[in-house]
């Protein structure tokens, strides 16, 4: 700490120097540069995407300069009027700011005034906004987060019109209202602003960059460091459930980026928030870099925050969009603002990959600044090549050392695991230890749930999360994981679950027909150990790549396994009898279990259970080693759920009682349906027998026999990942001879 | 019948001259001519759509002649290997016959031979289908049905290699092969052969092709005309419940043309059954055109074939899907291979209409022969305009007089209405007399359920119709229509609602902006009159268009009416309290019922019952006028399916207690989500007030408030639907005049 703040010392001094020699900045320096605009003055009618974003950015903010200012006195939750109002405010005042830098057109820069103007008679009479629901009111939000948006766009906003005002109009707007404004939503607010969390991010990124523009060294020292001393005790919660403070408390935009970027540039609250956060974070970076070049905060932590872009384009499916890890929005896609901020930054200051130019091109819009515009030329020039996708295992910490994300692709993204052995990922986070997803192209196969909650539509809880996140989406039976005695992960409880995290066994994406990734969990059920591992497989006698999964169990007591599958789509048939009760009751009374309704029971009537779905024209086998007292259920989301909040999707579930056990499982995409040909093409399984040829501590076999009678086998080294290790085994009279950790022919 | 007897022998005698005169025909003549081979040749290379659907047919049929003919011994259901192989090779024989004539490279017309041969060798000693689930089984496949299919496209394979064919090799075909399968799936199967009917369709088209390219004249007048005395009893019933034989039974080809349609090309199956009879009806009627152009069959009644083709184009949703009304599987849309043959068809012999040619564009292929080539010819001469749908009422029965369906479509299909007052539609119609589906662009806002099949799916009941077609998809409950004391329209007896058809009452689309469809029907429940009129409005209050639904219930006795909305998403909220039971129990017992979850049940708390919903990025409101006495349900389709062959929608349904009612209700689509820029957009209802302010035998009125106190009334003159007539009410001191069955301002 000692050295710390001797370093901070002597950067004020240094900064403050450089403020002096300087004197006064010239403007726009925060995004938008000098030289920036002057290039983009030059270049425009020359470059297709960028005029066409201007065009259509002209066309967005003349309307809304037709319809003229409103600043409603705060009174909604996210779905209302006057949240969506101010929220579209900032937006349309960034955008004016920035027309009126491109265009010269003085009408954008009195539209932006003015309603700064409006704001600063109103603000300094605003009350707490009316909402009580968040732990950290804001005034023109329900929450400082809204807040904090307000003011990072605003802050540009103003920097875009700054020469414009009259000196008595800045100094009316940053003493009544910026000033005040930032030191609201941190000083008055540090429960909110004072913590490693998305909230405190969009906070730092917001006194910063108001810091930046008024030239308030104050301001940015409490953005990039946070409040020395906020005066919060150790410990409360905000509305998600989330710890607010921690013994050594790190604080302050540098540690929000230290934090929760692993090295590899995932971060620990999933994609979902990581794109929300991406913004500011970037942002912010970028401001700085313009501003304070010195301080290097874009290139901060190895560069992390341009590995962040393209870690966040690899959490996306053939569709765009991202995986819905932890709490997630599914349909949130890289055509989301944010990542065109994202992307064109990271071409801009990173190493101009080509790839980025084929995203920016589906994007179909660019970020109106000296990064946009580089982009659009390049795009314009040609340079861009396809975005590509492959396997890529991201670690997750802040060292690279707390778990991660493991995700597998086979083909064109043909078809892609998301395997995830993460941390808790904060308050966001789900008790879904080695849970995975499954997708064809764009289509889930076995989906993640996501979220509960309709952002933003107000009917559904004032758009906030719904209490079904907490009871259902949160919930471990809610994923593809192994729930044990009906209880979730950790117990359920956050402030275990945030100590632990699962690890790495194995990745190994060097081979295209066998992808590997494996992880186990030891501290999730106490006194059990899950082994998982799972690879993706592209065999000469299957029509398409399948996945095999492997989850090895072993526990000091005897308990009852849960072993659930989230198919998409409708059921075809099964190889087993199952009983359909006539009336439909909840599966259990808590944990998630209170929203399952039972549809089916039955038993496995051959060493396979097997079980074949059709989602969106695709065919689908799953194939299980089966034990005979296994129970096999049918299961419905929805019930007790009055208000309908969750969606009514089906899963299938293997239920077994057992000490230590192994659940072997492939899941076979196959064949294809047409109803406009009606052409329905081999719909059946290819596979005859699926079994575990042997299974003890050191090694895990399995056989996979076709139809047509080809045997495969898969050996996992349960004990040793080395890829060097040389391996011998005798099965039924057989010796095979490998080496590294695992074995298939 | 003693007239047509004495003209048919004419005719026959006629024929017979001719086929004198002209000894042996040129061969091809079927479908392709000797002129338009030609005409192909000499335009390879220079029409793009025809050129690549070479391309592509080539590519299909190479692949199939290098994996060498196999003709199994027939075995499969549709779902199964046999089926599909036999399927596969006479639609592959076909396009390689068609080839050979075009690109006159041998291999085609070898390929084509031998597998001709290597089925007359198989034939002769062929048993029925092992299957016996089919009231006509074939031998190939588990219906003569698909014999039918077979020969039809064989008899063109024929046609087009026929002179590449040894004289003694087409006297062995014709003796041991198509003879004697013209004989089969006729003669020996009349109650499959001898109706009205579209499985019949396709038997006379099929007699009918291999005997034009035979020169049988016995077969083509048994095409024709049927079999004069086929000695079957009145009586009998088909696998889908369908009478076999009625008094004065109508037969042959042209009985086919006159019955099912109407002569607005309506055929009273529904367009799924239309798209699948339109090519054998297409296919004979152009071979007729090509070898005896003197029967003028393809221009019979007054060109019906053509218009039918118009009809079913317009029967479709903005993405081409055709409104699964009766039996009709999703997703079938004009991009199947059957509308590709109707549309250049239609084009080519009729009236050379442009906006057909981008129908052609969309669809990407065109047929291979004249009428093809001509598509083609002209979509390269930019001929192709915009094939733009608009409002159209669409009679049904032989006369134009058995009901019918109204089609109302506001803008570029923004919001599109079906609207059925049809009559029963033969075997595959339902029980749902003034049922509608409602559209925004491409997507059901309340649907029609369709059929319940997985046509072609093996694993689902052999790809045969599913007994929860019969005890759901055909109710009247599984529709948006009223259901009575629990019971189906005409008690479900399907001979009862044989004999019975609704009435339109007023079709009047001449007003953009308000569009209106009224029919009546007195016959699906003796003693209760039911009056639906439903409207399309564009009011300038409203962003988007409504649909106003007026059902106006008159009744001898207290019922216990039944009012269901099937929509599709998810529930946003209400405006009223329900409460939902821990367990589900089905709605009833029969009927339809029995297939209902009820997820709640609540009571009106005001005037008007409000229920909001989320579909594919829309929102939607229902408001409906509320009595107190409602009991308001919620529902879900899913109880005694223990085999999941029903998809889990939802439903909304209004319950009362009555003997005259009046159910008024507005559907209105409203604002946008997205999950891309999470912004929620006019998620509520722009409706303040929806009241009945006059009922009464001669009108009825209803009034529309929107939030802002903007009043409409929409008066309905329940007695005089005539255009000209004027009117004068007082509704609540004020007096209304106006002309016409309408009011509305």
Chains 1, 2 share one sequence.
Do not use: C
Not at 263 to 286: H, V
Not at 406 to 416: F, I, K, S
């Amino acid at each position: 700490m000692y050295v710390k703040k001797i370093t901070k010392l002597i950067l004020i001094v240094a900064t403050l120097a450089i403020s002096i020699v300087v004197q006064a900045q010239e403007h726009p320096n925060l995004i938008l540069t000098k030289d920036g605009v002057e290039k983009i003055r030059k270049n425009l009618g020359k470059v297709p995407l960028f005029d066409a974003t201007v065009e259509s950015v002209k066309k967005t903010v003349d309307k809304e300069i037709a319809a003229g200012i409103d600043t409603p006195i705060p009174k909604d939750f996210s779905g209302g009027y006057t949240h969506y109002r101010h929220k579209q405010n900032f937006i349309i005042a960034q955008k004016a700011g920035v027309l009126y830098q491109i265009l010269e057109d003085d009408k954008y820069a009195i539209y932006v005034r003015d309603m700064l103007l409006q704001y600063e008679a109103m603000y300094k009479d605003l009350p707490l906004h009316p909402q009580e629901r968040s732990y950290a009111r804001g005034k023109l939000f329900w929450q400082s987060l809204n807040d904090s948006n307000w003011l990072v766009y605003m802050s540009q906003a103003y920097d875009t019109v700054y020469n414009f005002l009259t000196e008595e109009q800045r100094e009316k707007l940053e003493n009544n209202l910026f000033r005040p404004f930032a030191d609201f939503i941190s000083l008055e607010n540090p429960a909110f602003y004072n913590r490693v969390h998305n909230h405190s991010t969009w906070g730092n990124a917001a006194v910063g960059m108001i810091g930046l523009v008024m030239e308030d060294e104050e301001l940015i020292q409490r953005a990039l460091y946070g409040i020395e001393d906020d005066g919060l005790p150790i410990g409360g919660i905000d509305n998600d459930g989330g710890t607010i403070k921690v013994e050594d408390q790190k604080k302050g935009f540098l540690a929000n980026l230290d934090d929760p970027f692993s090295p590899d540039g995932y971060y620990t609250e999933g994609p979902y928030y990581q794109r929300y956060a991406m913004y500011p974070f970037l942002i912010f970076a970028l401001a700085m870099e313009n501003v304070r070049p010195d301080l290097k905060v874009l290139q901060h932590k190895d560069n992390v925050l341009l590995k962040g872009v393209d870690a966040l384009l690899n959490l996306s499916d053939a569709d765009g969009e991202f995986f819905p890890l932890n709490d997630g929005q599914k349909g949130m896609s890289y055509y989301t603002a944010s990542l065109v901020t994202a992307v064109d930054i990271a071409y801009h200051y990173g190493d101009q990959d080509p790839k980025l130019l084929s995203v920016a091109e589906k994007q179909n819009q660019v970020l109106l600044d000296q990064s946009g515009l580089d982009v659009a030329i390049a795009i314009r020039d040609g340079k861009a090549k396809p975005f590509t996708k492959t396997s890529v295992n991201l670690s997750d910490g802040i060292n690279g050392k707390q778990g991660g994300v493991g995700v597998l692709r086979y083909g064109n993204e043909d078809l892609t695991l998301v395997f995830k052995y993460a941390a808790q990922g904060l308050s966001h986070g789900h008790y879904d230890k080695l849970s995975y997803s499954l997708y064809e192209k764009g289509d889930e196969i076995l989906q993640d749930y996501g979220l509960s909650r309709f952002v933003n539509i107000g009917q559904k809880g004032g758009g906030n999360y719904l209490k079904e996140n907490k009871t259902w989406a949160k919930t471990t039976i809610a994923h593809n994981t192994l729930a044990q005695n009906g209880e979730m992960h950790f117990g359920g409880s956050y402030k275990v679950a945030s100590t632990e995290h699962s690890d790495l066994y194995l990745f190994d994406a060097t081979k295209n027909n066998v992808q590997v990734v494996s992880a186990t969990e030891v501290n999730a059920y106490p006194g059990t150990k899950m082994h998982r591992t799972m690879a993706l497989i592209k065999d000469q006698h299957f029509e398409k790549a399948f996945m095999l999964d492997i989850m090895k169990v072993q526990s000091d007591t005897k308990n009852e396994y849960d072993f659930p599958f989230y198919y998409m789509g409708q059921v075809i048939n099964g190889n087993f009898k199952w009983e359909s009760p006539t009336n439909l009751e909840p599966l259990g009374a808590k944990n998630g279990y209170q929203h399952l309704y039972l549809e089916g029971k039955g038993k496995p009537t051959t060493n396979n259970t097997k079980f074949s779905w059709l989602g969106n024209g695709k065919f689908y086998t799953l194939t299980s080693v089966a034990e005979e007292s296994d129970e096999l259920l049918l299961t419905r989301i929805g019930a007790n759920d009055p208000e309908f909040n969750l969606r009514r999707d089906a899963g299938f579930m293997v239920r077994r009682k057992a000490k230590d056990t192994t659940f072997v499982s492939i899941i076979e995409p196959h064949g294809s349906y047409s109803p406009v040909s009606e052409a329905s093409l081999n719909s059946s399984s290819n596979i005859a027998d699926l079994k575990i040829v042997k299974d003890n501590d050191e090694y895990t076999a399995v056989s996979i026999t076709d139809l047509k009678g080809n045997k495969q086998l898969f050996i996992l080294s349960n004990k040793d990942a080395s890829s060097s290790e040389k391996h011998s085994l005798k099965i039924n009279g057989k010796k095979y001879n490998w080496v590294g950790p695992y074995y298939y022919k």
